[in-house]
């Protein structure tokens, strides 16, 4: 594995930059945390929460698949090298070309889809399960957003490219400023949690579910905003005079549709789990009539998870996603632009180099985020859900299933980091036949299990299990292709990382027994708890591994300039 001169300022600079995301990204994420406790103080795992969270789904799923997938996974390889080959004002031009594709795809897809809705609506019984109206009602809304999220995305991809990270990793916090204003405000202006009434309550959540949908909007024009003028720093301008059908934007077009069947299978994947636990989870009607079984071929089958699944499984989504999201996909976003440049230099060694490195790097906090977030996961749970009528028995059931999550950190964590190498290769093929592969061994695994006395947790499991399949089968295939990746180094860096986790552990349950352990349920409690466990543990952990001599540690700690 070469480890020259030459190489280590191209490492240290993607890690440099993915210090500044991952440090956006955690002010980000913060707030969702917040915005997500106010959400469980707010509407708890009610009808009206479970629609929330469905809802969103397709405005998320659809920026995966344009705005962070299909077109931006394509699009980044080729604007690099618009960049290298051509002059600033074909560059530029491509650029917009490929912007106004976008919207006009984006668009077309919301008018669709908002015909869709309204027939769906219309045709819909009025004594259907209240989550299933409800969640169509609030996707006609926030439909719209569709187009405002995927250009936020594909605008920072642009910025992405000329080494601008910040503006598209902040970009997120406005949409969750805005969600829990609207949230906290609303709670509070509408008494929600003073409210007794089950009925009246009801439908003040749903009023506020409605208000709730209509300002994502608002935060979406806000997101668009925020990134015009570090754009047009860059030299990037919005036009619609250049030619839509061009060499280059056919090319792009062509590469991306094989990432779009692979970002779309995993994300229908996303979608088909939420609406799995969304269909076999007991709710109520829209009488406020409890709904318990189903009847399948003349035989009446009781729901296999409880009500509220949906909301449950979405509180450990989040708290398992919290780290990938700070770490792995900050790693994966700043390490992109550096592969599709070695690639196209055809710097097979730096390439492989960069590689080894990212992944190094992303094992490095996700086997830490794996084992940090079992421990901590019933103190996180009980401090950011235990409000309103959300019950022990509801934070028990999310810690099972968070416990599996979090198991496969490390494995989602890299995923992030493979991908992108295909991706920089121009290998769109592997990644979808991949994708399929795992949503195959997803449903194989969950769906039977769901049925035992795991319940809502087997949707877990089945992620998890598919995930590091995936993972493990794509980095073997990766290292034929390119000629190897150093993975007898790599095993040796994992083994010493997983070391410095089991002391971790030990160092965390033994602290738990110690005189000045701060015992109590409430919540400033869980708050001291928490912390006490963060800093104890992070310690031991980056502690045994500069005394084990792990590469990473220094490398993710350096400075340039020093």
Same mark, same amino acid.
Not at 16 to 43: C, K, M, N, P
Not at 48 to 53: E, G, P, Q
Not at 530 to 550: E, K, R, T
């Given at each position: 594995?070469?480890?020259?001169?030459?190489?280590?300022?191209?490492?240290?600079?993607?890690?440099?930059?993915?210090?500044?995301?991952?440090?956006?990204?955690?002010?980000?994420?913060?707030?969702?945390?917040?915005?997500?406790?106010?959400?469980?103080? %707010?509407?708890?795992?009610?009808?009206?929460?479970?629609?929330?969270?469905?809802?969103?789904?397709?405005?998320?799923?659809?920026?995966?698949?344009?705005?962070?997938?299909?077109?931006?996974?394509?699009?980044?390889?080729?604007?690099?090298?618009?960049?290298?080959?051509?002059?600033?004002?074909?560059?530029?031009?491509?650029?917009?070309?490929?912007? /106004?594709?976008?919207?006009?795809?984006?668009?077309?897809? @919301?008018?669709?889809?908002?015909?869709?809705?309204?027939?769906?609506?219309?045709?819909?019984?009025?004594?259907?399960?209240?989550?299933?109206?409800?969640?169509?009602?609030?996707?006609?809304?926030?439909?719209?957003? %569709?187009?405002?999220?995927?250009?936020?995305?594909?605008?920072?991809?642009?910025?992405?490219?000329?080494?601008?990270?910040?503006?598209?990793?902040?970009?997120?916090?406005?949409?969750?400023?805005?969600?829990?204003?609207?949230?906290?405000?609303?709670?509070?202006?509408?008494?929600?949690?003073?409210?007794?009434?089950?009925?009246?309550?009801?439908?003040?959540?749903?009023?506020?579910?409605?208000?709730?949908?209509?300002? %994502?909007? +608002?935060?979406?024009?806000?997101?668009?905003?925020?990134?015009?003028?570090?754009?047009?720093?860059?030299?990037?301008?919005?036009? %619609? =005079?250049?030619?839509?059908?061009?060499?280059?934007?056919?090319?792009?077009?062509?590469?991306?549709?094989?990432?779009?069947?692979?970002?779309?299978?995993?994300?229908?994947?996303?979608? &088909?789990?939420?609406?799995?636990?969304? &269909?076999?989870?007991?709710?109520?009607?829209?009488? /406020?009539?409890?709904?318990?079984?189903?009847?399948?071929? $003349?035989?009446?089958?009781?729901?296999?998870?409880?009500?509220?699944?949906?909301?449950?499984?979405?509180?450990?989504?989040?708290?398992?996603?919290?780290?990938?999201?700070?770490?792995?996909?900050?790693?994966?976003?700043?390490?992109?632009?550096?592969?599709?440049?070695?690639?196209?230099?055809?710097?097979?060694?730096?390439?492989?180099?960069?590689?080894?490195?990212?992944?190094?790097? @992303?094992?490095?906090?996700?086997?830490?985020?794996?084992?940090?977030?079992?421990?901590?996961?019933?103190?996180?749970?009980?401090?950011?859900?235990?409000?309103?009528?959300?019950?022990?028995?509801?934070?028990?059931?999310?810690?099972?299933?968070?416990?599996?999550?979090?198991?496969?950190?490390?494995?989602?964590?890299?995923?992030?980091?493979?991908?992108?190498?295909?991706?920089?290769?121009?290998?769109?093929?592997?990644?979808?036949?991949?994708?399929?592969?795992?949503?195959?061994? /997803?449903?194989?695994?969950?769906?039977?299990?769901?049925?035992?006395?795991?319940?809502?947790?087997?949707?877990?499991?089945?992620?998890?299990?598919?995930?590091?399949?995936?993972?493990?089968?794509?980095?073997? &295939?990766?290292?034929?292709?390119?000629?190897?990746? $150093?993975?007898?180094?790599?095993?040796?860096?994992?083994?010493?990382?997983?070391?410095?986790?089991?002391?971790?552990?030990?160092?965390?349950?033994? +602290?738990?027994?110690?005189?000045?352990?701060?015992?109590? @349920?409430? =919540?400033?409690?869980?708050?001291?708890?928490?912390?006490?466990?963060?800093?104890?543990?992070?310690?031991?952990?980056?502690?045994?591994?500069?005394?084990? $001599?792990?590469?990473?540690?220094?490398?993710?700690?350096?400075?340039?300039?020093?």
């Amino acid at each position: 594995m070469a480890t020259d001169a030459a190489q280590k300022p191209q490492v240290q600079s993607f890690l440099g930059h993915a210090r500044i995301i991952s440090a956006l990204t955690l002010v980000s994420r913060v707030f969702g945390l917040l915005r997500e406790t106010a959400l469980a103080a %707010v509407f708890g795992k009610s009808p009206v929460a479970v629609a929330l969270r469905i809802s969103f789904i397709i405005p998320n799923l659809l920026r995966k698949l344009f705005g962070e997938g299909a077109l931006s996974a394509a699009f980044i390889p080729l604007y690099s090298r618009s960049l290298k080959q051509q002059t600033p004002e074909q560059a530029r031009a491509f650029a917009a070309a490929s912007v /106004n594709l976008l919207t006009l795809i984006l668009v077309g897809i @919301t008018i669709i889809g908002e015909i869709v809705l309204a027939i769906m609506i219309y045709f819909a019984g009025p004594d259907r399960r209240l989550d299933y109206l409800l969640t169509l009602k609030l996707s006609a809304i926030m439909l719209p957003y %569709v187009v405002l999220i995927c250009l936020t995305a594909f605008l920072g991809a642009i910025l992405q490219v000329h080494r601008r990270f910040a503006l598209p990793a902040a970009a997120p916090i406005l949409l969750n400023v805005i969600h829990i204003a609207v949230t906290a405000f609303g709670g509070w202006l509408m008494a929600i949690s003073l409210t007794s009434d089950p009925a009246v309550k009801l439908d003040k959540q749903i009023t506020l579910s409605m208000w709730l949908a209509a300002f %994502v909007l +608002v935060a979406g024009v806000g997101q668009v905003a925020m990134l015009v003028p570090a754009l047009r720093a860059v030299g990037f301008r919005f036009s %619609v =005079k250049d030619a839509l059908w061009t060499p280059a934007i056919r090319r792009m077009l062509q590469l991306s549709i094989p990432v779009a069947l692979a970002a779309g299978v995993l994300q229908i994947s996303v979608l &088909m789990d939420t609406g799995i636990s969304a &269909m076999l989870a007991a709710s109520v009607d829209a009488h /406020n009539n409890p709904v318990d079984h189903f009847t399948l071929f $003349g035989h009446v089958i009781r729901y296999p998870m409880e009500a509220g699944a949906p909301v449950r499984l979405n509180w450990a989504q989040f708290l398992y996603q919290f780290p990938l999201g700070i770490f792995a996909i900050a790693l994966a976003t700043a390490i992109f632009p550096g592969l599709s440049s070695d690639a196209l230099e055809k710097d097979r060694s730096r390439f492989s180099q960069t590689l080894h490195t990212g992944i190094e790097a @992303t094992l490095f906090e996700g086997i830490a985020a794996s084992i940090g977030l079992i421990i901590v996961r019933h103190h996180a749970i009980r401090l950011f859900y235990g409000y309103g009528e959300v019950t022990a028995h509801d934070l028990q059931l999310t810690a099972n299933s968070l416990v599996l999550y979090a198991s496969g950190i490390w494995a989602y964590s890299m995923q992030q980091i493979i991908n992108r190498a295909y991706y920089a290769l121009h290998d769109t093929k592997t990644p979808f036949v991949m994708s399929m592969v795992n949503i195959g061994l /997803n449903l194989v695994i969950e769906i039977p299990l769901v049925f035992t006395s795991m319940g809502e947790s087997a949707m877990a499991a089945g992620t998890v299990v598919s995930f590091a399949v995936q993972s493990l089968l794509m980095l073997y &295939m990766l290292r034929n292709r390119v000629g190897g990746l $150093g993975l007898a180094s790599l095993a040796r860096s994992t083994g010493k990382m997983l070391v410095a986790a089991g002391l971790m552990w030990a160092a965390c349950v033994a +602290v738990q027994y110690a005189p000045f352990w701060p015992h109590g @349920t409430g =919540k400033l409690a869980a708050i001291a708890q928490l912390v006490l466990l963060i800093a104890i543990g992070g310690g031991v952990y980056l502690g045994v591994c500069q005394v084990l $001599g792990v590469r990473t540690l220094g490398e993710l700690l350096h400075r340039r300039g020093k």
